[in-house]
């Protein structure tokens, strides 16, 4: 993405001030100056000026999603990073962190550099790229840690697989640490949930679809804290699901281990009845699981507990998506909604808004080492004005990605975001 600054200071002047790092609200205005926050509260326009009537809508850090597909290279019927990044825009995202299952998976520094540069020169929002732990996201030989981080990877992932080889994960981890670099890990086992297409239990019984236990979460994440100990590595759980994988992470945090954890939008809003007649949108891996289990994962983000929440964006065609429930891909498009979708939680008063952001775009940053995410002085000027209130029926013909295989095909939410600015520069606007 271009980063110049912009020219004129621009004034978010009547807002309603989220500051998710300090968990509080306040009323005032944002100063813009340079690309950067230059001020913060009840403060005026310096001359020549932009000033933005913000008429009491809120203003806070733009959202950081630790996890998107972005289809491209190798997928760009799916999702380029153009339009991955028009979708996170309109979304409230400002900055996107893409996972490596690509074609070739960004297991070597030139896929790495590719990346990196075809976003600078078409995305309208910050991406950085997520590299392969194993090279071909095999589970077998591990990729150049050292290269790949001087290339510009920000961390290290074999995306939707999991490394069922505890001592090639071991390498992993004690690689990672030498290089103090951050290993986020899919956490299902492949043999427990080989067959299975949905969540284990009475509901998958009554459907007659093989299910997937909990127990293929809770038994990797557990392996991976017992490797995480015997390494010090820094260890990134990339989605909790279900309640027996929370109490892990509990002990896991009480020891002290360097672990953090994302849980995904579509966990924390929907549960496997979502699925309903066979409805194929709501076909994700991990699987949606039982409400006790979404009950669960609201309470620990309330908590901190999980630390992020995650799109989890994978845009799937028609081909892929319009099949019988167990043949269908996994995946649902999330950058567009996950601000709409989480405010749910926030209407309903499972969390405050504070609480909610934190969980979007502070703990994100901290956990990247990002400078974002921030409502400060000095942070950079990667901002979104929402309206949390709006209501709105999403139609998927209106979203920007090159896919629609939304969960919230039809749903009704409320939140609309006005305005995203990235570096200071305007990124969207509502039309």
Request: charged residues 20%; proline residues 8%.
């Given at each position: 993405m271009p980063h110049?600054?912009?020219?004129?200071?621009?004034?978010?002047?009547?807002?309603?001030?989220?500051?998710?790092?300090?968990?509080?609200?306040?009323?005032?205005?944002?100063?813009?100056?340079?690309?950067?926050?230059?001020?913060?509260?009840?403060?005026?326009?310096?001359?020549?000026?932009?000033?933005?009537?913000?008429?009491?809508?809120?203003?806070?850090?733009?959202?950081?999603?630790?996890?998107?597909?972005?289809?491209?290279?190798?997928?760009?019927?799916?999702?380029?990073?153009?339009?991955?990044?028009?979708?996170?825009?309109?979304?409230?995202?400002?900055?996107?962190?893409?996972?490596?299952?690509?074609?070739?998976?960004?297991?070597?520094p030139a896929v790495v550099d590719f990346v990196l540069r075809r976003a600078r020169d078409t995305a309208s929002?910050?991406?950085?790229?997520?590299?392969?732990?194993?090279?071909?996201?095999?589970?077998?030989?591990?990729?150049?840690?050292?290269?790949?981080?001087?290339?510009?990877?920000?961390?290290?992932?074999?995306?939707?697989?999991?490394?069922?080889?505890?001592?090639?994960?071991?390498?992993?981890?004690?690689?990672?640490?030498?290089?103090?670099?951050?290993i986020v890990h899919h956490t299902q086992d492949p043999d427990l949930s080989a067959d299975g297409v949905m969540n284990e239990g009475e509901f998958a019984s009554r459907l007659g679809l093989p299910g997937i236990p909990a127990a293929a979460e809770a038994i990797m994440l557990e392996r991976d804290m017992r490797l995480v100990a015997l390494t010090g590595a820094r260890y990134h759980a990339a989605a909790v699901t279900c309640r027996a994988s929370l109490e892990i992470l509990r002990r896991a945090k009480a020891d002290g281990l360097p672990v953090t954890a994302s849980t995904t939008i579509n966990h924390l809003t929907l549960n496997e009845n979502d699925i309903g007649a066979f409805r194929t949108f709501c076909k994700v891996s991990p699987p949606l699981r039982h409400e006790d289990d979404r009950l669960a994962l609201v309470e620990a983000v309330k908590q901190g507990l999980v630390d992020t929440i995650v799109s989890d964006h994978n845009p799937q065609d028609v081909e892929t998506k319009r099949q019988p429930f167990a043949e269908s891909a996994d995946g649902a498009i999330g950058l567009?909604?996950?601000?709409?979708?989480?405010?749910?939680?926030?209407?309903?008063?499972?969390?405050?808004?504070?609480?909610?952001?934190?969980?979007?775009?502070?703990?994100?940053?901290?956990?990247?080492?990002?400078?974002?995410?921030?409502?400060?002085?000095?942070?950079?000027?990667?901002?979104?004005?929402?309206?949390?209130?709006?209501?709105?029926?999403?139609?998927?013909?209106?979203?920007?990605?090159?896919?629609?295989?939304?969960?919230?095909?039809?749903?009704?939410l409320q939140g609309v975001v006005a305005r995203t600015l990235v570096a200071g520069r305007v990124v969207h606007t509502l039309a």
């Open positions: 110049e600054p912009s020219g004129r200071p621009l004034l978010l002047a009547n807002a309603r001030l989220v500051d998710p790092e300090a968990g509080r609200e306040t009323r005032g205005a944002v100063l813009v100056r340079d690309g950067l926050i230059a001020d913060i509260g009840a403060i005026g326009a310096p001359e020549g000026a932009e000033i933005v009537d913000c008429a009491g809508a809120v203003l806070a850090p733009g959202l950081i999603d630790m996890r998107a597909v972005t289809g491209e290279p190798g997928a760009e019927h799916r999702e380029t990073l153009a339009t991955a990044s028009q979708a996170a825009a309109a979304g409230g995202v400002t900055t996107v962190v893409c996972v490596p299952d690509t074609v070739p998976p960004i297991d070597d929002v910050r991406i950085h790229a997520m590299a392969a732990i194993t090279k071909g996201l095999a589970g077998r030989e591990m990729t150049e840690f050292g290269l790949l981080r001087e290339a510009g990877a920000i961390a290290f992932t074999d995306g939707p697989r999991s490394i069922a080889n505890a001592r090639v994960f071991r390498r992993a981890l004690t690689y990672a640490r030498d290089f103090d670099a951050l567009e909604t996950m601000l709409a979708a989480g405010l749910r939680l926030v209407h309903d008063g499972s969390l405050s808004l504070p609480a909610l952001m934190r969980a979007l775009c502070a703990q994100p940053a901290r956990i990247l080492g990002l400078p974002t995410g921030r409502l400060a002085p000095g942070a950079p000027a990667d901002l979104i004005l929402f309206d949390p209130d709006e209501p709105f029926v999403l139609d998927p013909a209106t979203l920007k990605s090159r896919c629609k295989n939304t969960p919230f095909d039809g749903a009704r």
